[in-house]
Structure formats: C-alpha cells, structure tokens
C-alpha cells in the first residue's frame, strides 16, 4: 500500500508498505530516503525534510490494514486522500486505501484456517500455522489490485495449503 503526505505545501513524502512482504520504501520529493525489511509490528524510521526532524511510523491497525503517521517536529500531518490534500484535523495515521469489508468467500477461507488450532485441540505450531493462513486470506481477500478470481484462487490456495502443512506436521509427529 502507498501512503502519501505533503508538507508545507512544498515536500512530498511517499511511505509503500508490502502488504504480503516486510519492506518498507520512503520517498521524500521523488529521492528514496529508506529502503529496508522489517519483521517488526511497528517501526520508526527518522529522516529530515528541510531541515527539520521527522519520523514516520508504521504498523498494523487492528483491522489489519498498514498504517502510517508522518511528524515533523513532533507535530502530525495529515494523509493525503486520493490526490487532494488533506484538510487540516483530519486523522493522520487514516490508511489511504478504504476499509473493504470480508467478501463471503474470504470468512469461510479465513474460517478454514481458524479452524486448524481447534481441531488439533491447540498447540503453538499448528496455531502459528491457522493464524498466518488467516491473517494471509484476509489480506489476499482484500487486495483490490487483484480480480475476484484470483482472490479467492489465492485464498483457497493459503487454505489449502496450511491444512497440508497441518497433515505433514501430522504425519511427522505419529512415526
């Protein structure tokens, strides 16, 4: 995802997200400032716009959607929604993209890896194996860039294969 946020009506500063990788890209008037991967839940990454101190913070919302806040000298700017700046006291850590909500399909994949730390009755592995299929079917549902078939392709894939990796883990652990 891009987020984009102008300054004093003069810099403009872009922060991309990889919504199925950790990298994180930032651009400050077209020039790339930061370019890293990141496994953490959140991050600061400092930099300087004209001269003043900056930060930009990313993470996860609790709806799941990246989320970003840019402060220069401690005072918040505001995202820039859809090419129009944004009017003062608007929310700055608002993600530019508009919240989708779950397509059906999506619940029942999502559903689908919920349901391997249960039927395995618990357990830290097969629970790290339903939530990252779950977490990866809600991201892939709501992709907007994809078709709808390749959505739920992509989601009945991640299904599937964490149920296979659940069946190996199975399979290792009775010999």
């Known amino acids: 995802m891009r987020f ?11 922060v991309e ?3 199925l990788t950790a990298r994180e890209v930032v651009w400050v008037d077209g020039t790339v400032v930061h370019d890293a991967t990141s496994m953490r839940l959140s991050n600061e990454i400092p930099l300087r716009i004209d001269g003043k101190a900056a930060t930009v913070k ?5 709806n799941l959607l990246p989320t970003v806040r840019l402060t220069v000298e401690g005072r918040p700017i505001a995202l820039e929604p859809k090419g129009k700046v944004a009017p003062s006291g608007s929310r700055a850590d608002a993600p530019l993209a508009v919240a989708t909500p779950l397509p059906l ?7 689908a890896c919920a349901l391997i730390p249960i039927v395995t009755l618990g357990g830290a592995i097969p629970a790290g194996i339903g939530a990252a299929g779950a977490i990866t079917c809600i991201r ?13 392709a992509g989601c009945v ?8 990796l659940l ?3 199975v399979g290792a652990v009775r010999r």
């Open 58 to 62: 990313v993470g996860l919302g609790w």
């Open 167 to 169: 069946a190996v883990l």
């Open 105 to 111: 399909w999506g619940i029942a994949c999502v559903a």
């Open 4 to 14: 984009r946020f102008v300054v004093a009506g003069a810099h403009v500063v872009e």
């Open 140 to 152: 892939l549902a709501k992709a907007p860039r994809w078709s709808t078939s390749r959505r739920v």
């Open 157 to 164: 894939g991640v299904a599937l294969v964490c149920w296979l």
């Open 17 to 19: 997200l990889g919504l």
